[in-house]
């Protein structure tokens, strides 16, 4: 263990830092610098780092190395040039790059490192080979053999079978799939089919013993018994005896040349029969060629006169049409009219009637309310009359008490001239004693009231009396204000009213007019459910239109193709037939003929195919299609040529 610069609590941060997310490292707080913990299966137990660092230094003295290479022994001295081998490679690598310093001495890891990348060079450059490791004895003691447990191991491993397969004189093996691969060709009919083998997992051996059974049958002895069966099927592998793979691989060889053949013949009656059939084939298109000039001319002169009579039926067709929908048009227009003036009076009279209505109703409103305020005016008015009337006595009694006042006043000033003074008292049955006065005034019967002056009652009486005018004035005035708080809060319930009303109507008719949109809205919802399965079924078909124009137009297609790569083949042919003429023909003149029979023929063709083109027209609104296309340029030219096709 080597650490440059390190320390030992270097060495506990890094193990913290290496293995921060691990649940079996423990770090506690109140651990030091050096100290930490690991979770075993029994419990935790606490390391400490003190000295653990220059403890495990297992660096190898420079002298001790150069003392173990001057060794006699020669595995000392191999061991003593291998260290120094190891040091000088990393003195050149760390003069290359950075200084090594400390790192740069041979150690235990260092050397172990090593010999693992020789020892892995060593296996990644030669075939490995498994070996089972026996354990002679189960006590762990040396020179001491267990037999029993030692054949159980080897038959466990495999070795005793292997031992007994390889006695048996199976020189060949393969895998049972390799063998389904290589040899179910030779059986006619046999598919092999994997079977669970009861462990979870898939075996061939069924398979492969029933084809190999057929293919490899048990030989007999010259005494008629059975001989050794020439194979044995194991779990993944087959074994053959001597010379049972060399008769299966023979077997497989004559078999695919016996395939082989079959294709061959195969191959060469189909190129037999295709150069037939191409020149049968150019021969029929050499003979409908002239046929077809014929019969195509014909077929224009009936199909030009075929569209006359049509334009001349559609045209007729179109006008009486025409003539239909001007009539229905006059139609539709006068009775548009007509039910317009039916509408528009039947609006009159209904508009004249709701005013009526209306009228009528807010006369039979307004006449209780008339009615009543009526009565309160002239509720009012009668008692202002007696206020009126009250006021008016009122003013009648203060005048008369201010006229006694003075009178008073003037008999008071005519007795102070006296110098006794007399006082009257009237002394009723009811009234109350009378207070004493002082000594020096003189009781005496009242004199008779002069006129003019009022007595005591009279006095109280008009006290009370203006008191009551009084507190009935405070009354009118309240009741007043009564009336016009009333009065305001009826004008205020009225017009509530008023509003409540007009809203009530507007609620009435924006109701009627809400279920009146509804009602039109659910006929529309119901006509548009209905055009909208129209339209569904309308695309419905036109998707299976879309698809049988797919696929007529991929067999036009393919057609077209067809008949080109045809026409191809028969100029070729006629090409090849002009050039033998050519070539073994003595007579010039029958040459001539031939060419300028071919050269009318292709000509024909040529303007056959342009007149197609020209007399098209009432394709002309209908969709393009293959056909149609194919009746310009050299594609129509060769389907005119061969009849409209086979």
Known sequence: CIRPKGSDSAFVNKVYSVNGDSDVLVKDNFFRDYQFGIKHYAGQVDYDATNFVSKNTDALPVDLAECSKKCTNDLVKALGESKVAGKSAKANASARGRKSGGLAANTVWSKFRNQLGDLMKNIGETRTRYIRCIKPNTQKKPKVMEHL?????????????????????????????????????????????AIDNGEGGLTYQPEVSRLLIDLLPTPTNDDGSLGKAPFVAGKTRTYFRAGSLEHLENERVKAFGMYATIIQAQIRGYQSRSVYSKRRLSSIKLQAKFRSH????????????CITVQCWVRRIE?????????????????????????????????????????????????????????????????????????????????AKRIDAEKKAAQAAAEGAKEKEVIVYRDRPQEAAPAAPEPAKAVEAEAPPPQ??????????????????????????????????????????????????????????????????????????????????????????????????????????????????????????AMNGIINMVQERCRDVRLVEDILALYDDCEAAAGVDGEMAGHHASPARHAPSTPDSATNKGTAGRFKSFFGGGY
């Open 149 to 193: 447990s030692t054949v159980d191991q080897l038959r466990c491993a495999g070795v005793v079978a292997a031992v007994t397969i390889s006695r048996s004189a199976f020189p060949n093996r393969l895998e049972h799939e390799e063998v389904l691969n290589r040899f179910s060709a030779l059986l006619r009919g046999f598919k092999p089919e």
């Open 294 to 305: 014929a019969a195509r001319c014909r077929y224009n002169k009936i199909r030009m006169a």
């Open 318 to 398: 179109a006008q009486a049409r025409m003539k239909t929908m001007k009539e229905n048009h006059c139609a539709t227009m006068i009775q548009t009219h007509w039910r317009m003036s039916v509408a528009t009076a039947a609006l009159k009279r209904s508009r004249e009637a709701s005013i009526k209505i209306q009228a009528q109703i807010r006369g039979a409103i307004q006449r209780p309310i008339y009615r009543m305020e009526l009565a309160e005016a002239i509720e009012e008015a009668k008692l202002e009359n007696q206020l009126k009337s009250l006021q008016r006595k009122l003013e009648e009694a203060e």
């Open 451 to 572: 006129p003019g002056q009022l007595t005591e009652q009279q006095q109280i009486l008009m006290d009370e009396s203006g008191k009551m005018l009084e507190y009935l004035r405070k009354e009118v005035f309240k009741l007043r204000g009564q009336n016009a708080q009333l009065r305001a809060d009826f004008d205020l319930l009225k017009e509530n009213n008023q509003r409540l009303m007009d809203a009530n109507a507007s609620a009435g008719a924006s109701f009627a007019a809400l279920n009146q949109h509804a009602k039109q809205l659910n006929k529309t919802n119901t006509k548009l459910m209905t055009e909208l399965d129209k339209y569904k079924k309308a695309a419905h078909k036109l998707n299976l239109a879309q698809v049988e124009a797919k696929e007529e137009l991929q067999m036009k297609n393919a057609s077209y193709v067809a008949e080109v790569q045809s026409r191809l083949q028969y100029q070729k």
